[in-house]
């Protein structure tokens, strides 16, 4: 099956700088990557995903990248505040698929 | 809407006990799903369900069972509880399967096996 991994596992930076969060994927048959954001207590909500016919997708001040050879894609977030500080996880499927598999996590904490 | 909810939110058991633990969506959405969260795991799929009537395993579906009578409802099962099924439990719901639509995760259910 998928094998998805994230990095890095936490991350701190200074509110209004950026944050870069990187995963890579194994199966090339993945076409789907969302990106899910949990607040402690809470489950995961949607705050991002990007599909395999693009390279790149924008929302105010995150972006995630794609990289389809190289099997991986990333998450950046601009301009950091406080309210961004949660855990971060990426997720791989296929379009039509049932299965989606998670990286591990990446703690993401920003100071104010 | 008051979109996925789980019950209980949080549960003690003892090594051997068997429980239920509930999930709900009023979307009308057809595909569910049972995920556990462990720390440094991330999450991994249980369970899950492309409509009422039918079901399939996840990654790790060993010691849990479920059922989908309804659309709205998808019970997951312990059968025996043991100490390494202590997690955090989600329930996820979306319209479509795979990535067709948004995923929407349930609060969650901390269950402690002693």
């Known amino acids: 099956g998928e094998n998805v991994e994230q990095h890095p596992s936490t991350l701190s930076v200074q509110e209004g700088d950026s944050a870069v969060i990187k995963c890579t994927y194994s199966?090339?048959?993945?076409?789907?990557f969302p990106w899910y954001k949990q607040e402690l207590g809470k489950g995961p909500q949607l705050i991002i995903d990007i599909r395999s016919n693009v390279g790149e997708k924008k929302d105010q001040r995150i972006a995630v990248t794609l990289n389809k050879t190289a099997k991986h894609f990333s998450l950046h977030i601009t301009e950091t505040q406080p309210e961004d500080s949660a855990v971060y996880f990426c997720?791989?499927?296929?379009?039509?698929?049932?299965?989606?598999?998670f990286g591990t996590g990446t703690s993401l904490t920003v100071i104010p | 809407n008051a979109g996925v909810t789980q019950t209980p939110k949080f549960q003690v058991l003892k090594t051997g006990q068997s429980m239920t633990l509930q999930c709900a969506q009023d979307?009308?959405?057809?595909?569910m799903s049972w995920y556990r969260q462990d720390p440094g795991m991330g999450l991994r799929l249980i369970h899950y369900?492309?409509?009422?009537?039918?079901?399939d395993q996840g990654e790790v579906p060993n010691g849990y069972n479920v059922s989908r009578s309804t659309t709205e409802d998808f019970p997951l099962r312990l059968l025996s509880a043991a100490p390494s099924q202590t997690s955090v439990y989600f329930c996820a719901s979306s319209s479509a399967s795979g990535g067709e639509e948004t995923q929407y995760f349930g609060p969650g259910t901390r269950l402690l096996v002693l």
């Open positions: 369900s492309v409509g009422a009537g039918i079901t």
């Open positions: 997720a791989a499927s296929m379009i039509t698929g049932n299965q989606f598999y």
């Open positions: 979307m009308n959405h057809e595909y």
């Open positions: 199966d090339s048959a993945s076409n789907y």
